[in-house]
């Protein structure tokens, strides 16, 4: 069926290196993303979003990238630290008549000295 | 503080008990969403509101009631629950229609004995 998953649910990196987070959807009707980060105890919080009629969006150390040809997304993160370290959500919006966000499972970043 | 009031932040309940969960949010938005999160499970979405209409329900077992007395409160009646019922139960909020990305809560950790 159609869903939205994550190739890998942990991520181990360590310190200063960049992170790259991927995700994969199958809906050719989605038209908007967002990634979101989930610290333990706390809700999801947005990091950043990305429209379909765009293929990349830079953020302060992220960066999304979009990929339709192959329904893929991913979210990079630049010199990765401690804090980084949380479970990262995707989202996708499956059409311009639905608000409603469909989401993945989750990847956890570990973050490493 | 992300706008959006999660109460109680735990709570544990037995089978028999009923228990309300309080969701608030101070952002003018006007929708609201209700969902579980388990562990390695994608978020699940329970109910959504818009304009304090329930929209969707997505057969969530009737033990779940949902209420909606304005834009801004969201509750989550509980009655006769189940140990599976046990999960993270996350609010959010976003603005129909103009603006997709969803604001979550911290969550109510609920634990059924």
């Known amino acids: 069926g159609e869903s939205v998953g994550l190739h890998l649910p942990t991520l181990s990196v360590q310190e200063g290196d960049n992170s790259i987070i991927n995700c994969a959807y199958s809906?050719?009707?989605?038209?908007?993303f967002i990634w979101y980060k989930q610290e333990s105890g706390k809700g999801p919080q947005f990091i950043i979003d990305?429209?379909?009629?765009?293929d990349k969006r830079q953020g302060q150390r992220v960066t999304v990238l979009l990929n339709k040809t192959v329904k893929h997304l991913s979210l990079q993160i630049a010199a990765t630290q401690p804090g980084d370290s949380a479970v990262y959500f995707c989202?996708?919006?499956?059409?311009?008549?639905?608000?409603?966000?469909?989401f993945g499972t989750g990847t956890r970043l570990q973050v490493f000295p | 503080e992300t706008g959006v009031t999660q109460t109680p932040r735990h709570l544990v309940m037995g089978m028999t008990n009923k228990k309300s969960l309080k969701c608030e949010q101070h952002?003018?938005?006007?929708?609201m969403y209700w969902y579980k999160q388990s562990a390695k499970k994608p978020l699940e979405l329970m109910f959504v509101?818009?304009?304090?209409?329930?929209?969707e329900n997505n057969s969530v077992p009737s033990r779940f009631s949902p209420e909606c007395p304005n834009s801004s409160h969201l509750f989550l009646h509980l009655h006769t629950l189940q140990p599976e019922d046990s999960a993270l139960y996350l609010c959010?909020?976003?603005?129909?229609?103009?603006?997709?990305?969803?604001?979550f809560g911290s969550g109510t950790r609920l634990t059924v004995v």
């Open positions: 959010a909020s976003s603005q129909a229609a103009v603006n997709y990305g969803y604001t």
């Open positions: 809906n050719s009707a989605s038209d908007y």
């Open positions: 990305i429209r379909s009629n765009m």
């Open positions: 989202a996708e919006k499956r059409g311009y008549n639905t608000d409603k966000l469909i």
């Open positions: 952002l003018g938005h006007n929708a």
């Open positions: 509101y818009s304009l304090e209409e329930r929209v």
